[in-house]
């Protein structure tokens, strides 16, 4: 599955009105999806998929 799987951030994630995390956009193996994270990350940024919620994917910043 996509669980482990490196993604790069294609919409940078901006803080969600409530407060409930960082949000943007993610493209893994020529897709994008949604994404959700626990701080902001830029375009290019490369992040490992922790896990998944329906269509929205939880990343992680790598730690290169």
Same mark, same amino acid.
């Given at each position: *599955?996509?669980?482990g799987g490196v993604?790069? @951030?294609q919409i940078p994630f901006v803080?969600?009105? *409530?407060?409930?995390g960082y949000f943007?956009? @993610?493209v893994i193996r020529g897709e994008l999806w949604n994404a959700s994270a626990s701080e902001a990350l830029l375009k290019g940024e490369r992040v490992t998929v922790?896990?998944?919620d329906a269509l929205?994917?939880?990343v992680s910043r790598r730690e290169e």
């Open positions: *599955g996509m669980i993604a790069e @951030v803080e969600h009105p *409530g407060g409930s943007g956009k @993610v922790i896990g998944r929205t994917l939880k």
